[in-house]
């Protein structure tokens, strides 16, 4: 089956119409509202350098319940020693640099045409970034962190890096707590991995994701930064 082409209007077939491994469509641009109507309806975009921007709608959908957060104790011990310290919405572009570069060595979605998509989303407060840092000889140091998207009752996190034990950790639990404080309903995590699902993390079917999805966009937009 061909995967549908996307016309210059902002418009995504429906999510049920992905193919097997969950590619939707292809082409388009990243432009902030291209992207607000994606990720409203479920879809996300996921591509490599070189590649022409593909649209991802999987199923099953891998996702957390915010209140449901389980923090391992090691972690635990290492929130009480208060190793880190961590901020919001101060070094968002650092936050994005930081994850693409991590992944640099096995490839990587966040192209640079990603980056500066998602730091517009961030001028307009809708993306937000949680920054993990040390203070190194008397300067802050950033260590690690983790950025995503807030629409209404849902949050899309979208990629976390780390340079120091535990440092994204400590950024992701830092969020979801500061969610859970806001009613935030929903973590999008995209696709299944063994590091969010020691937090509780979990697969739904997409069709129980979509309905999540739009009730949870029926809460207040809350717009602007989080420092």
Known sequence: MPIYQLPREHQF???????????????G??????LLIAYSQG???????GEPILWWSPDPRFVLDPKALHVPRSLQKTLRRGTYVTTFDCAFAMVIRGCAQV??????WITLEMERAFIRLHRLGLAHSVETWILEEEFPMLVGGVYGLNLGGIFFGESMFS???DASKVAFVTLVNRLVAMDCQLVDCQVASDHLSRFGARDIPREEFLSRLQTALLAPMQIGSWR
């Open 43 to 49: 879809i996300f975009p996921w591509y490599s350098k």
């Open 163 to 165: 340079l120091r034990p």
């Open 29 to 34: 641009d990243l432009s902030p509202q291209r």
């Open 13 to 27: 077939p429906h999510p049920s119409q992905a193919e097997k491994e969950g590619i939707l469509a292809v082409g």
């Open 103 to 108: 992944r640099q060595e096995t490839g990587t």
